[in-house]
Each structure stands twice: as C-alpha cells, then as structure tokens.
C-alpha cells in the first residue's frame, strides 16, 4: 500500500519568510511524487512533480522540493513567503496502488502581513 | 485548450435522493478518476473511468457508481443520498497509464446533502 503524510496540518509565517510544509511517504513502488496547491472554493492546481529524474524539483510561483528516498520525505519549500501563497497544499503520491492518486490530509499554509 | 470542466459548480440535495455529476477531460486526455474530499480533509479516491469501462475502485459503496461516454466525458451517480456524502467531489483528467505524470484537476462540485 502507498501512503501520505503531511507532519504539519497548519503552518502560519510572516510574509518574506521562507516557507517549509513536510510530507513523508510511503510506498514499495518507485513512486511519482506531486505538490497541489488548493485556494478557497478553488480545485486542485499542480505545484511540481518529482518522477525520478533529478531530486530537486522546482515548481510554480518559486516553490521547489527536494526527493529524499532515504528518509522518504518529499518537503516543500520556498525562500520568501507571499500574501497569495495562503492555501490548502496537498502533498501526493502515485507509485504501487494502482492508477491511482493518494493524497496527503493537507497542510493549511497562513501567512502573515 | 479547455482544462477540465465539471457541472454543477453547486448543488443541494435531500438525504435519500439521487445525484449526477458531470465532467469534460482536458483535451487529448481519455482517463477520468473521481475523488470525494470533505470538508477538512484530503481529496479520497472513489473510481477511475477508462474506456468507457471502470478500472479501478477505491473503498467507497455501490452506491456511488459511474460511466464514461465515447468523448471520453463522465458522470458520477449517487444514490440514497447520505447527510455524509456532503463534499467537495473533484474530476481528475489524465491518460491512461500517464498518472506517473500527474494528473489536472476541474474546479470541483460541491454537493450539499440535508
């Protein structure tokens, strides 16, 4: 079975600070990693992936993730917050239960002026 | 390029009656899986539609159930309404065999059952 969790339900910084929302996973399948970003009343927006090419992968809107198999986490960062950046992020992973996407319990990211 | 469309954005319904959800893939995608995300929570996989057949089911009733159309289109079916099937049910569009890539999401329709 593949599994997600994200440490962290809420995450609260004050704009210009670096972010970090971490998420370790679970799964005996070479896996495919992803990042979604979900605002208020809004779907599901792809940050970034990771698909077994280079461990560091850089998303949208300056985030970036780095894939570390030997501790099986896959966090995400960025060097300084935004006011938009507030959101519901989604780490996920796809790997051994099939064709399908399992997701994370979500990090609530709030950020401060 | 239209990305993925669902209808109803909104939707009330009374406990005990019957639902259908509707979305349009992305174009040139032919793999429709749905999730079920309430209120809290993170998004739960419910079933997958892939030639028009479903291929993949996650631990959800026989009351939910689906179909796919030629176009590649698909709706999702609800029946005997639950007070806790109220959620945010979201489209997801790919190509088959192409999740490894991920996979776009439609704005979601958010159903109201009292």
């Known amino acids: 079975a593949q599994s997600v969790t994200q440490l962290d339900s809420h995450v609260s910084v004050s704009e210009g600070t670096p972010v970090l929302l971490r998420c370790n996973y679970s799964?005996?399948?070479?896996?495919?990693l992803f990042w979604y970003v979900q605002h208020p009343n809004k779907g599901l927006q792809l940050l970034l992936k990771?698909?077994?090419?280079?461990?560091l992968v850089k998303g949208i809107n300056g985030f970036e993730a780095e894939f570390k198999k030997s501790e099986t986490s896959f966090h995400l960062t960025k060097p300084s917050a935004h006011m938009s950046d507030a959101a519901e992020y989604f780490c996920v992973v796809w790997g051994n239960a099939g064709n399908m996407l399992t997701f994370g319990g979500g990090t609530r990211l709030m950020v401060k002026p | 390029d239209a990305g993925v469309t669902q209808s109803p954005t909104h939707l009330i319904k009374t406990r005990g009656q019957q639902v259908t959800l509707r979305c349009s893939p992305k174009s040139g995608h032919d793999t429709v899986s749905w999730y079920q995300q309430a209120l809290g929570q993170g998004p739960q996989f419910i079933f997958q539609y892939y030639e028009e057949e479903e291929r993949q089911r996650g631990n959800f009733p026989d009351r939910f159930s689906g179909h796919q159309f030629p176009n590649y289109s698909s709706e999702l079916n609800v029946n005997a309404l639950l007070l806790g099937d109220s959620a945010l049910y979201l489209c997801a569009s790919s190509v088959f065999s192409g999740l490894r890539v991920g996979a776009f999401f439609g704005q979601g329709t958010r159903l109201t059952v009292v």
């Open positions: 990771y698909t077994s090419a280079a461990t």
């Open positions: 799964s005996s399948y070479s896996p495919s």
